[in-house]
């Protein structure tokens, strides 16, 4: 990143944030985030995935500084050396799934999801839920919480507390993960090809009604899901500090204990 490189600083509405935020400004300045060549989120993992979805389509990179409580997609918070920290920044390249979700009322929603795309039961009564896989049904009918679809960035969050994989990040794989599993009794998930395309109907929705949540958008009362990852066009570029790259976290995150 050159040292002449237009910034474009936005952050979640946290004290600690805020403060940094008009730290960073009156050291750097301010540009517009459609003039500026680096988009730079302070907050935690939340508000980065905000910040991706609210920008992605511009096609800048991003950089990320840890001022939240969860911070897997974000760098450690230093406001000093910022350019030198980007100048040798390494960059992940992450590309979403696509979830297109139907309702009973008959409407369709498209959306993306950088993390993961889960479905959960919206009452006391157990989903019942079939997976679909290249048009071929694989599982006739999951008895479940729920059950998630999560790319390699996003399965370190939500899918292995569900305990569903970690995937390296350039695996090219998917991660399926059932949510408190209740029949079959023993069936874990599995993991798939990132070209897979994954399709769940829901089975006595009126009964059993069940919302679909791409990161935090949620869709209520589906009746069908489909999930594939997206084309490269809509990827985005995430930049970390040497050393401590989203793929070195990835690994490290499969020897930790805490």
């Known amino acids: 990143m050159p040292a002449h490189a237009k910034l474009a600083f936005v952050a979640s509405p946290t004290p600690e944030a805020q403060s940094a935020l008009s730290a960073l400004v009156a050291a750097h300045g301010q540009h517009e985030v459609a003039d500026?060549?680096?988009?730079?989120?302070?907050?935690?993992?939340?508000?980065?995935?905000?910040?991706?979805?609210?920008?992605?389509?511009?096609?800048?990179?991003?950089?990320?500084?840890?001022?939240?409580?969860?911070?897997?997609?974000?760098?450690h918070q230093e406001l000093d050396g910022l350019l030198d920290r980007l100048a040798q920044a390494e960059p992940a390249r992450l590309?979403?799934?696509?979830?297109?979700?139907?309702?009973?009322?008959?409407?369709?929603?498209?959306?993306?999801?950088?993390?993961?795309?889960?479905?959960?039961?919206?009452?006391?009564?157990?989903?019942?839920?079939?997976?679909?896989?290249?048009g071929k049904e694989r599982l006739e009918e999951l008895i479940c919480d729920g059950v998630m679809v999560?790319?390699?960035?996003?399965?370190?969050?939500?899918?292995?507390?569900?305990?569903?994989?970690?995937?390296?990040?350039?695996?090219?794989?998917?991660?399926?993960?059932?949510?408190?599993?209740?029949?079959?009794?023993?069936?874990?998930?599995?993991?798939?090809?990132a070209d897979t395309e994954i399709r769940f109907r829901v089975l006595d929705g009126l009964k059993r009604p069940v919302s679909a949540t791409a990161d935090s958008h949620e869709v209520r009362n589906v009746t069908e899901v489909s999930i594939r990852e997206a084309g490269d066009a809509y990827g985005v570029t995430l930049l970390f500090d040497r050393g401590h790259n989203l793929e070195e976290r990835i690994l490290a995150e499969q020897f930790t204990s805490g």
């Open 36 to 75: 500026a060549d680096l988009i730079v989120a302070l907050g935690g993992d939340g508000f980065m995935l905000q910040t991706l979805h609210r920008f992605g389509e511009l096609g800048k990179p991003f950089y990320g500084m840890k001022l939240g409580t969860v911070g897997f997609l974000m760098n």
């Open 95 to 134: 590309r979403p799934l696509e979830m297109i979700a139907t309702s009973e009322s008959g409407s369709s929603v498209r959306t993306l999801a950088f993390n993961e795309v889960s479905l959960l039961r919206q009452t006391r009564q157990a989903a019942h839920i079939a997976i679909v896989l290249n």
């Open 150 to 193: 999560s790319a390699p960035a996003g399965s370190t969050a939500y899918n292995f507390s569900a305990g569903g994989p970690i995937l390296p990040l350039d695996s090219q794989t998917l991660a399926l993960t059932p949510i408190a599993p209740f029949r079959p009794r023993r069936w874990r998930g599995a993991v798939l090809r």
